[in-house]
């Protein structure tokens, strides 16, 4: 059997799995006590009117805000007004993290968010426009960048995680209502508790960012802290085992962990030479549209999303070149177009990004170029064994695997010096195509940028097939979407990319080269893209954006609230 045969059962028990339990609640009264049992304390005043609006808009997620308080849970750790204080630290032009006021109902941008970034303060406050009313007094620090921002040592993440542990709520009287004067304990700007702050942030841009943050939440034994130089020719496969079967992805989760990739340091733009990158080492209350593994800032639905930036809006009528035709009837292309955004290159760093490791994959072949493809052999035809086989760029065509259509656009940015023209010379660029047009195509790339990819959500309620690097960055819906169920992971060292086209694509023999037929698998890849779409209508639509982010501000208000250990909806 084909390690992704195995692969697809899987992911069908895990979804199901996941949905038993994400979803089990029926009545207001089950999702509490299903809430106490998760999370050992009483649900967040204002729950039964998050309550009512999750089900009103008919909410399969009830149950499974792990991601969500996963994220809050350090704060625990940390009183009420020093939350309140550090978020007002946080704020400013030059640390690039907008402010955002609620107040009596009504929510306020603060003075110095950036006109090109207003769009994303103005999604938050749509997000919100049907639920503000509910939502308490207090202020939030949204992070402008596409890089995440709060990275805790491993040390200093222990002594949180045993204090936000050990945070337990009053055994007395639970009150089911925040407090009245919430609004004059955000009032730092004329405190003298605060006289010019010194910067939280410092400036690490353009600056390798693995060993320094990436890596430092690991503990100190593991690959990640342990191994700092890597032989960047030679494929770690110590460092992807944990993660896959075979060369195959299987485990979507730990892929993320940075703690036994050591090579992560050269595979992406973050890592190698961010462009936007001011971190801090403290608990700073840092709201960001995703994080990487190991980063402690807060996540909610990307506004990039939830405004349609990148909307799916392809044309109903089928002669038309946007037309969205059923899977089987697509162009057999496996298809990416893209910037150089990961990160900025002037010593060679473009050499280890993942846009431009990908697009040398598909494009840059020398007589010399040979690729590890996992294929049937010819040999042991009737046994159905397979191996992973040395096939020469050449070979591509014959087997029936040359389908590529992956270029960069435009220009080459984020560069400096003779990078610029080298990536030029070595990549080419294709002209700029609509964003539309992705939907005649079969197989469709996703990969994260300096951020995480708008595209993805788009992608999925396509009827073509993602295929998603399993980059370095995590969002809000993290879970609840399934690999190999919903869409296809591949990892960000790209060296199962041949691999995995072989099995959905099919192969012809090659007797030359000891290489069996293998028969195309359209129907499974039609069934996982046409899965993804189906699920992807119920789990991340707008509406689920907005019941994920009204229960991240309750929680958020209590969190904040002087008298957080007294509340509580005790229903």
């Not at 542990?165 to 700007?189: M, Q, T």
């Not at 353009?206 to 943050?213: E, Q, V």
């Not at 893209?338 to 494009?363: I, P």
Request: proline letters at 6%; glycine letters at 6%.
């Amino acid at each position: 059997m084909h390690p992704i045969d195995g692969l697809l059962s899987a992911a069908s028990v895990q979804h199901e799995a996941w949905l038993k339990q994400a979803s089990a609640s029926r009545t207001l009264s089950e999702c509490a006590a299903e809430y106490r049992r998760r999370y050992n304390r009483n649900p967040p005043p204002g729950f039964d009117a998050w309550y009512r609006y999750a089900t009103e808009r008919s909410s399969i997620v009830i149950d499974d805000f792990d991601n969500l308080m996963d994220d809050l849970q350090l704060f625990w750790a940390v009183k009420p007004a020093e939350i309140r204080k550090r978020t007002y630290e946080a704020f400013g032009d030059w640390n690039e993290v907008a402010k955002l006021s609620i107040r009596s109902g009504k929510a306020e941008i603060g003075p110095d968010v950036r006109p090109t970034h207003r769009w994303m303060l103005d999604g938050v406050i749509t997000m919100m426009g049907n639920y503000i009313d509910k939502i308490p007094d207090m202020d939030l620090g949204f992070n402008i960048n596409d890089e995440p921002r709060i990275a805790i040592p491993y040390d200093d993440l222990q002594v949180l995680h045993k204090a936000s542990a050990s945070a337990e709520p009053s055994k007395g009287v639970i009150l089911n209502e925040f407090s009245k004067d919430r609004a004059s304990s955000w009032n730092y700007s004329a405190s003298s508790d605060i006289n010019n702050p010194t910067p939280p942030f410092t400036d690490e841009s353009f600056l390798p960012s693995f060993h320094t943050y990436g890596s430092i939440s690991c503990p100190p034994s593991s690959p990640a802290r342990r191994s700092h130089l890597w032989d960047t020719r030679t494929l770690c496969t110590t460092c992807f085992a944990p993660h896959s079967t075979s060369i195959f992805l299987s485990n979507w989760t730990l892929s993320a962990s940075p703690c036994h990739q050591p090579d992560l340091a050269h595979l992406h733009g973050f890592y190698l030479s961010p462009a936007a990158f001011k971190p801090s080492r403290t608990l700073y209350p840092v709201f960001s549209q995703s994080k990487a593994n190991g980063y402690a800032d807060i996540r909610y639905p990307s506004p990039w999303n939830y405004i349609d930036k990148a909307v799916y809006a392809p044309s109903p009528n089928a002669s038309h070149p946007h037309y969205d035709a059923p899977f089987a009837e697509k162009q057999e292309t496996l298809f990416w177009r893209g910037a150089t955004s990961e990160g900025l290159s002037r010593f060679g760093e473009w050499k280890g990004m993942a846009r431009q490791r990908l697009v040398h994959l598909a494009n840059n072949h020398s007589k010399d170029t040979r690729f590890p493809i996992f294929l049937p052999d010819l040999a042991a035809r009737n046994s159905g064994t397979f191996s992973v086989h040395s096939v020469p760029a050449s070979s591509l065509q014959d087997l029936g695997l040359n389908i590529t259509d992956i270029h960069l656009v435009a220009k080459i940015d984020r560069c400096w010096d003779a990078d610029c023209d080298v990536q030029a010379r070595e990549f080419g660029l294709a002209d700029p195509s609509d964003f539309q047009s992705h939907w005649r195509y079969k197989y469709l790339v996703d990969l994260d940028g300096a951020g995480f990819s708008g595209r993805f959500l788009p992608f999925l309620q396509s009827r073509g097939l993602p295929l998603k690097v399993a980059g370095v960055f995590r969002e809000w819906w993290d879970g609840r979407v399934t690999a190999w169920r919903h869409f296809v992971p591949l990892d960000v060292r790209l060296h199962g990319v041949w691999s995995t086209l072989a099995f959905f694509q099919g192969v012809r023999e090659d007797g030359g080269r000891g290489v069996g037929a293998m028969r195309k698998r359209e129907e499974e890849a039609g069934r996982i893209a046409e899965e993804g779409r189906e699920w992807v209508g119920r789990v991340m639509r707008k509406e689920d954006m907005e019941v994920y982010f009204y229960r991240l501000l309750l929680e958020w208000g209590r969190l904040t609230d002087e008298r957080r250990d007294e509340l509580g909806f005790a229903g």
